[in-house]
């Protein structure tokens, strides 16, 4: 019944498009993966991807399902984007679920903050697919070139995260068992709780550049931990004996910028944002909930250049907790590196890609070579591995079991 | 995603004819700037065709609506990629200067919803798995070249200039080039490239034209790799020139919305 349902409602979206005269476009995709150690599947999924869309004078829409099937008979439909545009002439409003996509960055989220992310799958997703929807009304007021964009967000949207079960998931460690109480987890829809960006983009000859500031929720709820204690009747001393813990979403505010540039073939990117008010754990046994408040700073550089026929890609970015207690679990700086090289062979036949994520804190790192041939200009098979090293207390190292190669194979139309 | 490093198009495309100048004793250089200084019009926009023709003779198509506008002291470009489906919604912007000023160039790839600042950096690229170069179709400047006038040659029914062009940087693409120029309006008409080796590596010729708006065009171009037995047809339609495209085409804005 719920496959007739995701089938009529496929038909429904086509026959819309064809009654708009709507564009179609869209994929069919297996993605198959193997387990290095063990041999295993780590991923079966078939998708479909159905993109309908219109972009008239005065008005456009689109609407973007994606049904993934997984393993022998579990579907799941997302509704990526479902809007419809507005234009007029110095300004464009959007109304609906859309992605947004902010900042310089590449795999890295600074000021990208507007679309949570979809993290079931650890950062291994399209970064297209890694982004979830949100019901959103967006205005874009152009002033020359330039345009100013303010997002109103009346439905908070949390990250994603692996269920127990799921390789990607991390079964927290602690230090007397735990019982959590998720009544507090749920922001409801309303004024009230809305998030709300703005943002200034220009787009110059010689910078582009964006300013941006937010008042949101943390993506990620804050773990709000109340300890019991007993004493232990042989030492006399207090003992742990429980630990309650009530998950919650705060506010946080935020602020920053990107931009981009070109200095004799080389691209500079720079992107940073200052965080206003996040929660953190800390092993200061004074502190409320085992929770300390502090600011910090995301900030990354980047460079793209080509070396031949060979493009080049590095990014250095860090995360600096500010006013630092030695008590948090956190550490004051986290750094990290991205690289990427990519060869597209003459023909534009077969690609060659390498993109790594490198842990210089916990000196972890994700590798991810692959190679991609075009069979013609709809079919394409992609050869790929996701190699995980490092410290196993490192947010890459800790996934060191699922190491894998896939293989992806995608019919576009 | 496909290789999608963009540059000018249409310029190799747009030429303009109606010279009439007694040309009997111009240098190869002053044959070259007549070529090169050309009118294009105001602004101009169309829809480009690729058809790659590999050895076996299978076909891949890509299809683009390009705009371009020139204001004099530079050039904007907003290109609009309708085809493979890979690559549908994909956008390219480049701005070119006649100051020398290097190239700005943006790509907009619809998956990333998302306008990514490219280096221009990378003429020797071969266009979206074409037989043409982003330098091929670019407009490169007579100054970059040591030119000499061959002879006169009558090519397909048509008298033309033979001048040989050989780049001033040792270590670009190409060894040296042989132009063809017609000598009544200075459109080029069939072009030879010598690899390093100075073998012969390729060969464009001019298949069609038409006059639009006053302005003679190249509607048909052929491009064929004579080491790789690969060839590139490339093709105008809907050719319109001199229309006033406004500014606000080549914004940010436009790339997005993708028309």
Not at chain 1, 29 to 58: A, H, M, P
Not at chain 1, 146 to 168: D, H, K, R, Y
Request: hydrophobic share 35%; charged share 20%; proline share 4%.
């Amino acid at each position: 019944m719920k496959k007739l349902s995701i089938l009529l409602l496929f038909a429904v979206f086509a026959l819309t498009g064809k009654a708009q005269n709507a564009d179609f476009s869209g994929y069919v995709r297996n993605y198959t993966g193997v387990l290095y150690n063990t041999g295993d599947l780590s991923i079966l999924q078939n998708t479909f991807d159905l993109d309908v869309s219109k972009t008239g004078e005065k008005i456009g829409f689109k609407v973007n399902p994606m049904l993934y099937h997984y393993w022998a008979d579990s579907l799941d439909l997302r509704l990526r984007e479902a809007y419809v545009d507005l234009y007029f002439k110095n300004f464009d409003i959007r109304v609906g679920k859309q992605q947004v996509v902010w900042g310089k960055a590449d795999g890295v989220f600074i000021t990208d903050v507007v679309s949570p992310l979809n993290l079931t799958e650890f950062l291994l997703p399209e970064f297209d697919e890694i982004r979830t929807g949100v019901n959103a009304v967006k205005l874009d007021y152009y002033i020359g070139g330039n345009t100013l964009e303010a997002i109103w967000i009346p439905q908070f949207t949390p990250t994603e995260i692996p269920q127990a079960g799921s390789i990607w998931y991390i079964q927290p460690e602690f230090p007397a068992p735990a019982t959590f109480d998720w009544s507090k987890s749920e922001i409801k829809p309303s004024l009230e709780n809305s998030e709300a960006f703005i943002k200034y983009t220009a787009l110059t000859s010689a910078i582009d550049f964006e300013i941006m500031g937010g008042y949101t929720w943390d993506d990620n709820p804050t773990m709000h931990v109340q300890k019991e204690f007993a004493v232990n009747p042989q030492t006399h001393q207090p003992m742990l004996t429980g630990l309650n813990i009530t998950p919650e979403h705060h506010r946080l505010y935020l602020a920053g910028g990107s931009f981009s540039t070109e200095i004799k073939g080389v691209v500079l990117r720079g992107e940073g944002a200052y965080y206003n008010g996040k929660y953190f754990q800390s092993e200061d046994p004074t502190a409320v909930d085992a929770l300390i408040q502090k600011d910090y700073l995301h900030y990354l550089l980047g460079v793209d250049f080509n070396i031949g026929n060979v493009k080049l890609s590095s990014q250095f970015i860090q995360q600096t907790i500010l006013d630092y207690d030695t008590n948090m679990l956190n550490p004051e700086f986290e750094n990290t590196m991205t690289f990427m090289a990519r060869y597209d062979t003459p023909s534009d036949l077969l690609h060659f890609e390498l993109f790594s994520y490198i842990g210089l804190t916990n000196q972890d790192a994700l590798i991810r070579p692959k190679i991609t041939y075009d069979f013609d200009d709809s079919f394409s098979i992609l050869l790929g591995s996701n190699i995980f090293v490092g410290d196993r207390d490192g947010r890459f190292g800790q996934y060191q079991d699922n190491s894998m190669m896939y293989l992806k194979l995608k019919y576009s139309f | 995603m496909k290789n999608l490093k963009f540059t000018s198009v249409l310029i190799i495309l747009t030429m303009i004819g109606g010279f009439n100048l007694s040309a009997q004793n111009l240098t190869g250089k002053q044959i070259i700037e007549k070529v090169y200084n050309r009118p294009t019009g105001d602004d101009q926009s169309s829809i480009l065709t690729m058809t790659l023709i590999n050895a076996q003779g299978k076909q891949r198509v890509r299809k683009l609506n390009q705009f371009i506008k020139d204001n004099g002291t530079n050039e904007k470009k907003i290109m609009f990629f309708t085809a493979p489906a890979d690559v549908k919604g994909t956008s390219f912007m480049n701005w070119s200067y006649t100051s020398g000023k290097s190239d700005d160039q943006w790509i907009y790839l619809p998956a990333l919803k998302k306008i990514k600042r490219i280096s221009s950096d990378s003429k020797s690229d071969y266009f979206m798995g074409s037989d043409f170069t982003y330098d091929d179709l670019g407009d490169r400047h007579p100054n970059d070249d040591t030119h000499k006038f061959l002879r006169e040659e009558t090519l397909f029914g048509v008298k033309c200039y033979v001048v040989q062009s050989i780049p001033k940087d040792e270590d670009y693409m190409y060894s040296k080039t042989i132009t063809w120029i017609i000598k009544t309006s200075f459109i080029g008409l069939k072009k030879e490239f010598y690899d390093e080796d100075g073998d012969l590596l390729k060969i464009m010729d001019v298949n069609s034209s038409q006059k639009i708006s006053g302005i003679n065009v190249i509607t048909k171009i052929t491009m064929q790799n004579k080491q790789k037995n690969h060839k590139t047809i490339m093709s105008l339609s809907n050719v319109k020139i001199n229309v006033g495209i406004p500014d606000s085409k080549f914004t940010e804005r436009m790339m997005m919305r993708g028309i």
